[in-house]
């Protein structure tokens, strides 16, 4: 059985416009202490796999400040508040981003993005008949809307082209749910 560890101080260090940084003060069972960093998500996040009738998947390539580079991802993003529904919000962010609409959006799973210091959640979801609409992206936004099939998308992964975890964690599922 693992030992309780015990929290005895928790300061607030950063406060940003959807994270908050913490340093937690930290005691082991056997009486050391450690001072940990921790990061607060406050919407959660939801994600969407839009997959078009034959069978092909929209992705979406975009720049990411703490990479440093351009990634290909699922469309996602954070909740309008803290009681939006995750379906509503992935819905939503799939229309921003990629122009596709649909009323026909079925839940996939639930993921913790990085838990050894970050709480942050993301409801992933699948959406089928798919009717395209227009695009509303962010002004600080700049995103290219790309179509892949599944095979592909699984060899990028497989290959290391593909690594962001929600983009991972839903194709292997939407993956093996379809393919049984």
């Not at 005895?8 to 416009?17: I, V």
């Not at 009486?31 to 939801?46: I, L, Y």
């Amino acid at each position: 059985m693992i030992e309780r560890m015990k929290r005895l101080d928790r300061k607030l260090m950063y406060q940003g416009s959807i994270l908050d940084v913490y340093k937690d003060t930290m005691e082991f069972p056997n009486g050391t202490h450690e001072e940990w960093d921790f990061v607060s998500h406050r919407m959660g996040a939801a994600a969407i796999l839009p997959v078009l009738p034959d069978g092909r998947i929209v992705m979406v390539r975009q720049y990411r400040n703490a990479l440093e580079r351009e990634t290909l991802e699922i469309p996602a993003g954070c909740r309008d508040s803290k009681t939006e529904d995750t379906s509503v919000c992935a819905a939503r962010e799939m229309e921003e981003e990629t122009g596709y609409k649909s009323k026909h959006v079925e839940y996939l799973l639930s993921l913790r993005t990085t838990v050894a210091f970050c709480d942050e959640f993301i409801d992933v979801y699948v959406a089928t008949d798919l009717e395209q609409g227009k695009r509303h992206l962010d002004n600080a936004e700049s995103i290219d809307v790309e179509i892949y099939t599944l095979d592909e998308l699984c060899q990028m992964i497989y290959e290391g082209e593909v690594q962001d975890s929600k983009t991972v964690a839903a194709i292997m599922a939407y993956s093996n749910k379809i393919k049984g």
